[in-house]
């Protein structure tokens, strides 16, 4: 091989290089960007997830947006699985800046699992978005109260970053 041979190998190769980037930059300009919160706490008896999936979505030409969000939150029962047996039913309220979430689920189908997600609220394909101007700010404190056959137990969830 001469020296011609080398430069013209040397050239594609940073031409390819080149292109690659450029690539890469492309599809980061245009890729959905969603950022993610995710807020950590416990008590005595469970560890508490939240976690806020959501990004600024255009509405029209006019530079307008709305804020479009998953939101997911998830128990795990610190004691011994057979401490739940007993226990009824689990009523849960999630209180933030901007609104809210309640609910309760019948422990008796969930007798299996120490952990569990309670309360899902976004967009899946068989479930409405969440849309709307305002989401969780990141460094709130996130107030998840948990009632267990009227054992009640309040968690502040922080953000994890």
């Known amino acids: 091989m001469g020296g011609e041979d080398i430069e013209v190998i040397k050239m594609t190769k940073i031409r390819l290089l080149f292109i ?15 950022n993610t919160y995710i807020y950590i706490g416990e008590s005595n008896h469970w560890i508490a997830k939240y976690k806020v999936n959501w990004e600024k979505v255009k509405i029209n030409s ?22 739940l047996f007993s226990a009824k039913q689990l009523n849960y ?29 976004g967009c899946t394909n068989s479930q409405s978005c969440s849309i709307g101007k305002s989401i969780e700010d990141k460094d709130e404190i996130v ?19």
Do not use: H, V, W
């Open 20 to 34: 690659l980037i450029l690539e890469c930059l492309i599809i980061y300009m245009f890729y959905p960007k969603m």
């Open 143 to 161: 107030k998840l109260t948990i009632s267990l056959d009227g054992n009640t137990e309040i968690i502040e969830l922080k953000n994890s970053k």
């Open 62 to 83: 006019k530079e307008q947006y709305e804020i479009k969000a998953t939101r997911k939150l998830t128990l795990k029962y610190k004691g011994k699985l057979s401490e």
């Open 93 to 121: 309220s999630l209180r933030r800046n901007n609104g809210g979430g309640r609910g309760k689920t019948n422990l008796k189908y969930l007798y299996n699992y120490k952990k569990f997600m309670l309360y899902k609220l």
